[in-house]
């Protein structure tokens, strides 16, 4: 049972329902509500957005499983909010980080708006472990008014476009003879609902109330973050007055890799290997690891190499974050490179026929021949790619065999092993220079 069900309510639904009897209902309400359906109701315009916005969290799996666990307050992150505050209020906490504005005097926020920046990071990075050190820039508290704005002891004054509100009503034309009307933010006070006299400006602030701060901040990316990782310098945000800063989130991504492709805590990557290797083995230096690494592979005597085969290096592939001295593993597909014709000059043809297995035979009973088509190279690459769309790095079936250590044995894969379905790839904002 969520801890409470004011967006449920306002919708009418129970907290059980279905993201589809969530969708029948936000529309059934939203056309009751509509401000073109109600001219006369001055109320109309803000119903109509508490509606949006309890369709907006309740639609999405994240802010919905965020909502009935932790309510209002593990959406904004804002503390805890007192059993008796007003679902007005409630919901002008959430429009004022929606829109930028609050609405009027004693409807203030409870916390600074986060800001998301996101940072793109190698696989090196996510392997090895890295400290980024960057310039940010930030609003800040005005040192000399102290965050009111004002010189001395002046007094801002009540707004008189808006009366103290902080936002007028607003009519946007959709069509020919249709209108909207909506709640905006008052240009004259830009949503606080009070004014300064320029005269009574704080001269360094301009009565803005805070002032451009420029900081050196330092993260950490920790071995193994996953792809879209949340790195979060706490308090770093924009400052305002009466609020505490939120926060700067840094969202990881992670840049496409040359040899690597992860997936999960495992590495995938494809390997080149030679007729000759395919047919009599090796033992070399297969891949450059991601922190410079060398690994060596040893197949075992008298295998022969498919097209097609994989093997597995275990405990090599990406570190398990949070999990110390756990890797996953790192898979292989072979790829057989054959020789070229110049090579097949340089050979006595009738000495490698005699050492090669025979030719296939004729079909047996031998079918009628009505013409004979022409040998006509082609390139199948792209077929294959509109056949393989979005089935992953490379088709699993290619798992027979695996290797379990750097220079281990060959060990048979079992078949009947169960396996995971998934293996494809997985409002002013500070400035940030990472150096």
């Known amino acids: 049972m969520p801890v409470e069900t004011g967006l449920y309510d306002l919708l009418g639904v129970h907290p059980g329902a279905t993201e589809d009897e969530i969708k029948k209902a936000y529309r059934k309400k939203a056309r009751e509500h509509h401000p073109d359906k109600n001219p006369d109701d001055p109320t109309a315009g803000e119903k109509f957005q508490e509606m949006a916005a309890a369709y907006e969290i309740l639609s999405g799996q994240e802010t919905r499983e965020i909502y009935d666990e932790y309510g209002m307050d593990g959406l904004s992150k804002g503390g805890p909010r007192g059993p008796g505050m007003p679902q007005d209020d409630m919901f002008a906490e959430m429009f004022s980080g929606m829109f930028g504005f609050d609405f009027g005097p004693g409807r203030r926020r409870t916390r600074g708006r986060d800001t998301t920046l996101p940072f793109e990071v190698t696989l090196e990075d996510l392997y090895n472990g890295k400290s980024v050190k960057m310039n940010m820039e930030r609003e800040a508290i005005c040192g000399t008014c102290k965050g009111t704005g004002a010189k001395g002891s002046a007094k801002p004054k009540q707004c008189v476009k808006c009366e103290g509100k902080g936002w007028t009503m607003q009519t946007t034309q959709l069509a020919a003879g249709r209108f909207a009307t909506s709640r905006a933010a008052c240009p004259d006070c830009e949503g606080r609902g009070e004014?300064?006299?320029e005269k009574d400006q704080c001269k360094k602030c301009k009565?803005?109330?805070?002032?451009?701060?420029?900081?050196?901040?330092?993260?950490?990316?920790?071995?193994?973050?996953?792809?879209r990782h949340r790195i979060v310098l706490a308090g770093a945000g924009d400052e305002e007055p009466?609020?505490?800063?939120?926060?700067?989130?840094?969202?990881?991504?992670t840049k496409k890799h040359d040899s690597f492709e992860r997936s999960g805590n495992d590495l995938l990557t494809t390997v080149h290997i030679t007729l000759s290797e395919a047919l009599l083995g090796f033992s070399r230096i297969l891949i450059t690891h991601l922190d410079g690494?060398?690994?060596?592979?040893?197949?075992?005597?008298?295998?022969?190499?498919?097209?097609?085969?994989?093997?597995?290096?275990?405990?090599?592939?990406?570190?398990?974050?949070?999990?110390?001295?756990?890797?996953?593993?790192?898979?292989?597909?072979?790829?057989?490179d054959m020789p070229d014709e110049e090579?097949?000059?340089?050979?006595?043809?009738?000495?490698?026929e005699s050492l090669l297995p025979p030719k296939k035979p004729e079909m047996e009973p031998r079918p009628e021949v009505v013409e004979e088509v022409p040998f006509e190279e082609s390139d199948i690459v792209e077929v294959r790619s509109q056949r393989f769309s979005g089935s992953g790095f490379f088709d699993r079936s290619g798992f027979a065999r695996q290797f379990g250590e750097d220079e281990g044995g060959w060990e048979d894969e079992d078949e009947d092993e169960d396996e995971e379905d998934d293996w494809g790839p997985h409002g002013h904002e500070p400035e940030c220079q990472p150096q």
């Open 195 to 197: 004014r300064l006299r």
């Open 207 to 227: 009565g803005k109330k805070t002032v451009k701060e420029k900081n050196r901040r330092e993260i950490f990316i920790e071995p193994g973050m996953p792809d």
């Open 242 to 253: 009466e609020v505490p800063p939120g926060d700067v989130i840094f969202l990881l991504k």
């Open 293 to 336: 690494r060398g690994i060596q592979v040893t197949s075992p005597r008298g295998k022969i190499i498919k097209p097609g085969d994989s093997i597995i290096l275990r405990d090599e592939g990406m570190p398990v974050h949070k999990g110390p001295d756990q890797k996953g593993n790192l898979y292989i597909m072979l790829e057989i």
């Open 343 to 352: 090579w097949l000059q340089t050979v006595d043809r009738p000495a490698l």
